[in-house]
């Protein structure tokens, strides 16, 4: 699922963030989790998306080769809306 980056709710970052998870858990993708639970569940503060977009960061870099290009496409739209969280900018 193509989140927009733009206009994404907090509901559908947590689903979208959870599908991944929960998608990872099935296929026992260890890499994959064992990153993006470092900042999974958000936490609503700066802070909390500072730590979700590294954790995505890192899916990107050290799981790279257990993502389906669809999961890809939606690690890199989290990695940008916590961007945005994070620095503020639109």
């Given at each position: 699922m193509a989140?927009?980056?733009d206009n994404a709710s907090p509901e559908e970052?947590?689903?979208e963030?959870?599908?991944l998870v929960d998608g990872w858990c099935d296929r026992?993708?260890?890499r994959?989790?064992?990153h993006a639970l470092a900042g999974w569940p958000i936490m609503p503060l700066t802070d909390g998306w500072a730590a979700f977009m590294d954790a995505m960061k890192n899916v990107r870099a050290g799981a790279r080769d257990e993502l389906t290009?669809?999961?890809l496409e939606s690690v890199d739209?989290?990695?940008r809306i916590a961007e945005r969280a994070?620095?503020?900018h639109r």
């Open positions: 989140l927009d980056i970052i947590h689903l963030a959870k599908r026992r993708c260890l994959a989790l064992r290009a669809a999961e739209d989290l990695i994070v620095y503020r």
